[in-house]
């Protein structure tokens, strides 16, 4: 919301420092253009730069090689020994003759409610296929041929 002010902040700015200026700076430049050429000054020497000392190249002692002890053999591991599990006994599900189907209520047919029609969609007008003109001058010209 707050970007909605800030074209309208624009304009007196740039109406202020349009007033401030006068042409007094623009003539100063171009006088700039009118002094003659300023004298080079005299490069200043600079003593050279120190050279570092070259060192010997540092030998390094040869590494130990190490030794890593050897992987034993697959073959020779223990396999490992899978505990046995009993097999639970589940008890047997009793058989009930004896047991009667229950009678379920009839339930009453539904009757399904009659959808009231719906309205015919309108038409839309038609123009005629011949459209009778109202002067016969605006009438298109009879086409004639020539033999």
């Not at 700039?32 to 570092?52: D, R, S």
């Not at 540092?58 to 591991?77: C, G, M, N, Q, Y």
Request: charge should be negative.
């Amino acid at each position: 919301m707050v970007h909605h002010h800030e074209p309208s902040i624009l304009l007196p700015l740039l109406l202020i420092t349009l007033s401030l200026m006068n042409g007094k700076e623009v003539l100063a430049s171009r006088h700039l253009l009118q002094i003659p050429a300023i004298p080079e000054l005299p490069k200043v020497e600079l003593p050279p730069l120190p050279t570092l000392p070259t060192f010997p190249k540092p030998e390094l002692p040869p590494l130990p090689k190490a030794e890593l002890p050897s992987l034993p053999d697959i073959r020779s591991l223990l396999k490992p020994e899978l505990p046995t599990f009993h097999k639970p006994e589940l008890p047997t599900v009793p058989d009930n003759p004896d047991l009667e189907e229950p009678e379920l209520p009839e339930s009453p047919e539904l009757e399904v409610p009659k959808l009231p029609e719906l309205p015919s969609l309108p038409t839309f007008p038609t123009f005629p296929k011949e459209i009778p003109l109202p002067f016969p001058s605006l009438s298109p010209p009879l086409s004639t041929t020539t033999p």
